[in-house]
């Protein structure tokens, strides 16, 4: 009996090892294959995983199989391996939540390929919304990686979401300044020039008292499109109408006041006086 | 070449359109509206220069002369256009305007329950340039630069028009003799029991036809809009036949798009926003 108790120990550690070098090999062969399938495809980067991984995970299977086949009770190493799975998920938290978080984007939509969108303080052209981060072009072409967590989690602003958008002018005129005649003046401007829409109509707000000026702010919609020519445009012709007009935009101011009541001697010098 | 002027004892209006054998070093100047065209060919090659002025500086005539070869520097604008055989016959056009035109008449005005009318409203044309058989284009201009302005429910949806005035006249005598703008009649009726405020009214012209008639004034077809009881919305469609106002009208331009009827539809809900 003993004997044959051997004899079938030993069968088993033979069929252990057949299993063994049978997946050696064709680990090596598969990994290989893949390898040479991927081959045009796929970066060097790529490829070593590929071919590192396919190797790995089979000899992994067949080394399994060869160990149950000595009668190792895989029960632990499945206990191993759970562990092991906690640990990686404790690893990988962050990349998981922008995978997660990238899934909600797709889903919710707020900005697509193509459309500029400002975050904190970048602004640029999405360039693609991928698994874990979304990659924007700035307007000086600088390249920009914005992990999806981060949009999930802030303010995001899409700049060419609607088709419209207005601009505030922010203004100050002098204080002796008819305001009729600087609305009248503005309003004018505006029809005048043709990227200006005329609905919706201009807006003028009288925001109040400042310290050297009135300050008033003048809004006037455009084209998604053409609001960059438009700013300029308009702006340089709101300062030509006001010198027409004779509208002041005075600069800071201060009134000085003297203590006591003495008045300030103040010479006169006469021009041709200098010139000698 | 052909500068035709009919005699009717009505004042008429000197046709620009048609058909214009330009000799060598020959410019033909024209003035359409606010718009002043030169337009010349030197052997294979066409040079076309133009300026748009604004809607105050159209005049009443408009009309197109020979002259000796210009100078393109005497406009703001200039394009050349190279062919490899020389083309002789200039083909000018006229085309209605390619986005919706909203008019704002002077005086707004109000349309008591039950009550019908019909104003014309003008709305400035382009003038399409061609040259040579089998036809090239070489360009479309406006007669006069109008402003853009936006249509729509809100500042989310709409779409971008030009903005013009109209006097909504009611009278085709009250008409001026105009080359450079289509006449469009619009009826309107109120059949519900609240006044019909017009402050706006949006003219789908990229998808009307243009006509002249026998004085040479342009139209176009007539449209209706008319608002039923009990409703907000109301209903615009566009006839299909010259309007009765334009004798003898002839045929110029097809539409620049078809469009289907839902496009209508969507048209005047927010014709009377």
Request: glycine share 8%; net charge neutral; aromatic share 8%.
């Amino acid at each position: 009996m003993l004997e044959s108790l051997g004899g079938e120990f030993t069968l088993q550690v033979l069929r252990a090892v057949v299993i063994a070098i049978a997946g050696l090999v064709l680990a090596k062969l598969a990994s290989a294959g893949l390898t040479r399938l991927a081959g045009k495809r796929a970066t060097a980067h790529q490829l070593m995983l590929v071919h590192r991984g396919s190797f790995y995970s089979i000899l992994a299977l067949f080394l399994v199989s060869a160990l149950h086949q000595l009668g190792f009770n895989l029960g632990v190493l499945l206990g191993a391996a759970g562990i092991l799975t906690v640990a990686i998920g404790f690893a990988s938290q962050t990349s998981a939540s922008n995978l997660i978080s990238g899934l909600f984007l797709l889903a919710e939509k707020p900005f697509g390929i193509g459309d500029t969108i400002r975050v904190g303080t970048t602004t640029g052209e999405v360039l693609s919304v991928d698994l874990l981060s979304v990659k924007l072009r700035t307007f000086d072409n600088l390249y920009v990686r914005i992990p999806n967590e981060s949009l999930i989690k802030a303010e995001m602003t899409n700049l060419t979401k609607f088709p419209i958008r207005r601009l505030d002018i922010p203004l100050g005129v002098a204080y002796g300044s008819d305001m009729e005649h600087v609305h009248a003046t503005l309003v004018k401007t505006a029809e005048s020039n043709p990227l200006c829409l005329e609905e919706p109509q201009p807006l003028f707000i009288f925001l109040g008292f400042g310290d050297s000026s009135i300050n008033i702010q003048f809004s006037v919609w455009a084209q998604r499109e053409t609001f960059l020519t438009l700013r300029n445009s308009i702006l340089q012709e709101i300062k030509i109408a006001f010198e027409r007009e004779g509208i002041d935009i005075p600069f800071p101011q201060r009134t000085l006041g003297l203590l006591g009541g003495e008045a300030l001697p103040v010479r006169i010098q006469d021009a041709t006086a200098r010139q000698e | 070449m052909e500068n035709s002027k009919l005699q009717t004892g009505v004042e008429d209006v000197t046709r620009w359109w048609g058909d214009y054998r330009l000799p060598e070093a020959q410019a033909l100047r024209c003035e359409i509206g606010s718009l002043r065209l030169s337009v010349q060919r030197r052997g294979d090659e066409w040079l076309v220069a133009w300026e748009t002025g604004s809607e105050m500086s159209a005049g009443t005539s408009s009309a197109c002369t020979p002259a000796a070869a210009d100078s393109p520097e005497a406009y703001a604008n200039t394009e050349r256009y190279l062919f490899q055989t020389p083309r002789e016959t200039l083909y000018l056009r006229p085309l209605l305007a390619d986005r919706p035109v909203v008019s704002r008449p002077t005086v707004p005005f109000q349309l008591p329950p039950g009550e019908e009318t019909v104003i014309f409203i003008s709305s400035p044309v382009w003038v399409k340039l061609e040259v040579g058989e089998p036809r090239a284009a070489l360009n479309e201009l406006p007669v006069q630069r109008l402003s853009d302005t936006w249509f729509g429910a809100s500042t989310r949806e709409g779409e971008l028009c030009y903005a013009t005035q109209t006097a909504a006249r009611r009278f085709l005598h009250e008409l001026p003799a105009r080359a450079h703008r289509a006449v469009t009649p619009v009826q309107i009726r109120n059949r519900a029991d609240t006044p019909l405020r017009l402050d706006r009214i949006s003219l789908p012209a990229p998808y009307l036809r243009l006509y002249h008639d026998a004085r040479g004034m342009l139209w176009t077809q007539a449209i209706t809009l008319r608002r039923e009881e009990g409703s907000d919305l109301a209903a615009l469609s566009v006839e299909q036949t010259p309007p009765r106002e334009a004798d003898g009208a002839v045929l110029l331009s097809e539409p620049r798009r078809t469009a289907g009827k839902s496009s209508f539809v969507r048209a005047f809900g927010a014709l009377f926003s």
